[in-house]
């Protein structure tokens, strides 16, 4: 079945560092890529999304390329801020069923000190 | 639009117990998703609606667990006889009929506590 990897955290990083959040995936159709983040105490939130291979989504300085050669789907962010705290969750849609429904990777919690 | 709203926001109950969680999807959305999330995990799919038809059921809605969406618009999930183990984030999303690449909008979750 379907299935989303990504790095363990914390990610701890002091502000204007380079972010890396890595994310590979499983799926037997061509899936449509997402990246949620979810800041405390609120619902998750779409951060960005691609539905095709080299396709570059990008939103808040945030930014992931689908690689269909390597299945991954990588999040990265010039310069961090305090307020990109959050945890953020690598998924896909598989819509070979038609019912495209969201496997999730078990998120990486991101902290940012000033 | 006003977002995807759920009630209640918490619910601490004791085992055996009976609950049920609503939830209110973006007007006009076809779609509905219930997930579940425990701590330190992402959301997983449990259930989806098209409109009233409730489509899909993922093998974690074991039959203690039933949702509805009778008129097509809000959405109900019931767990009977709560277990420790029901403790969870319950998540509803929406969504308009238009395929894998669209994007599913979250509430803010119903956190259910079993004691």
């Known amino acids: 079945g379907d299935s989303v990897t990504q790095m363990e955290g914390p990610v701890t990083l002091s502000e204007e560092a380079f972010l890396t959040i890595n994310c590979t995936y499983t799926a037997t159709g061509y899936p449509s890529l997402f990246w949620y983040v979810q800041y405390p105490g609120e619902g998750l939130q779409l951060l960005l999304k691609?539905?095709?291979?080299?396709d570059k989504g990008s939103n808040k300085g945030f930014e992931a390329t689908y690689r269909k050669e390597t299945t991954s789907f990588h999040l990265e962010k010039g310069s961090v801020q305090v307020s990109d705290s959050a945890v953020y969750f690598c998924?896909?849609?598989?819509?070979?069923?038609?019912?495209?429904?969201?496997?999730f990777g078990k998120g990486t919690m991101l902290l940012v000190s000033p | 639009d006003t977002g995807v709203s759920q009630d209640p926001r918490h619910k601490i109950t004791k085992r055996g117990q009976n609950v049920t969680f609503r939830c209110d999807p973006i007007s006009e959305h076809n779609r509905l998703y219930w997930y579940r999330q425990t701590l330190g995990q992402g959301p997983e799919f449990l259930t989806y609606f098209q409109n009233e038809a409730q489509l899909e059921k993922s093998r974690l809605l074991s039959d203690r667990f039933s949702a509805e969406r009778p008129k097509g618009s809000f959405s109900t999930l019931e767990i009977q006889r709560t277990e420790q183990g029901d403790s969870a984030m319950y998540l509803c999303?929406?969504?308009?009929?238009?395929?894998?690449?669209?994007?599913?909008?979250f509430g803010p979750g119903t956190r259910l506590t079993v004691l």
């Open positions: 998924a896909l849609s598989d819509g070979n069923s038609g019912y495209s429904t969201l496997t």
């Open positions: 691609a539905t095709k291979a080299d």
């Open positions: 999303a929406s969504n308009k009929d238009r395929g894998s690449a669209d994007t599913q909008y």
